[in-house]
C-alpha cells in the first residue's frame, strides 16, 4: 500500500561515470532525477514506475570538454551559430558549482526535492565573451515527479550583454514514427535546415519522418510531445521563455554526429524550450529568471 511503499525524499552527491560529479534526487513515489555538475547537465529523470523519460544517446561521451549528448543540456549565452562562440554556447561545456547558499528563492513546489547549482565565468571565459555573469539553474523533482528547472542569470558587469538560451530538450520515444509534437500550429518558424527562412506552421500536429530543424517563435506557454505507443504525453511548461526548437537529426545527418548511434534517431525528439527569435538584453545589476516545468502522463 501507498505507506509501506513509500521511501524519504532524498538527494544524494555521488560519482557518475568516468568518476563525473552526479547528483541524483529521488521522490518519495519513486520518481528520480540525475545530473552532472558537469554542465549542470540532467541526464536521467525517471517516473514512479522507474521508465526513463530522456533520452541519452548510446555513443554519448562523459568527458569534458564534449558536451553530453542527449538529456538536457543548458543552452548559454549562446544558440547554434548565432554568435562569436562555438556551438550552443560554454555553459554546457564547464563544470559548475554546488551552490550551498543560494540567493533568497522560495521554491514553489510543496514537497519538492531541488539542488542549486552556480556558474561563473572563468577568466578564459571573460576572453572569449567578455561579460560577468552569475548563472543560478534550481532544479526540482516535484512530489509528483515533475522536473522544474529555473535558471537566474544576473549581470554584474558594468556594460549590458545580450544572449540566446535554450534547455535542450531530450526526449526518449518509443519510435519517431510514433511521435505528435502539437501547440505549433499558425506559428511562425525559422528552419535551420533552410538557412533560418521563416515559414509559418500550418498543420495541427507535427509528426516527423525527414530532418527537422525548427525554432517556433512566440509559441503558447505549453508544448507537448504525444507518444502514441507509450500511449504517454510529455508536456512542457515554459515561463519567460517565447520560443519552442524542435529537431530530430534523421539517418543521413546522425550519420555525421559522433556520439549518435546510427539508430538512434529513431529514439528521440528534442523539444526545446528557448529564448532565440529575441535575444535577451540583460542590463548591468538586473537579473533574468526562466523556467521549465516537464510533466509526463
Ligand atoms: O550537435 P549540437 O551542437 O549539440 O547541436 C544539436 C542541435 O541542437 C539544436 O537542436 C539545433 O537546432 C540543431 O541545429 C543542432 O544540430
Known sequence: ????????????????????DKVVLSQI???TVELYLYGAH???????????????SSK??????????GGIPIIFPQFSNLGPLRSHGFARNRVWTIDNNPSPFPSKTINGVFVDLLLKPTEDDLKIWPHSFEYRLRVTLGLNGDLIMTSRIRNVDTKPFNFTFAYHNYFSVSNISEVKVVGMKGLDYLDNTKNRTR??????????NSEIDRIYLSTPKK??????????????QKDGLLDAVVWNPWEERAKTIVDLGADDYKLMVCVEAAAIGKPIILKPGKEWKVSQKLSAR
Request: no cysteine; proline share 3%.
Open 29 to 31: 513515489h519513486g520518481s
Open 199 to 208: 515559414f509559418t506552421e500550418n498543420r495541427d500536429v507535427i509528426t516527423i
Open 42 to 56: 540532467v541526464t536521467s529523470w525517471k517516473n514512479e514506475h522507474g521508465e526513463e523519460l530522456l533520452f541519452v
Open 1 to 20: 500500500d501507498e505507506v509501506s511503499t513509500a521511501k524519504n525524499k532524498s538527494i544524494e552527491i555521488t560519482k557518475g561515470i568516468n568518476g563525473l
Open 60 to 69: 554519448a561521451i562523459f568527458q569534458p570538454p564534449t558536451a553530453i549528448r
Open 223 to 236: 508544448v507537448a510531445v504525444l507518444d502514441h505507443k507509450k500511449k504517454q504525453t510529455i508536456t512542457v
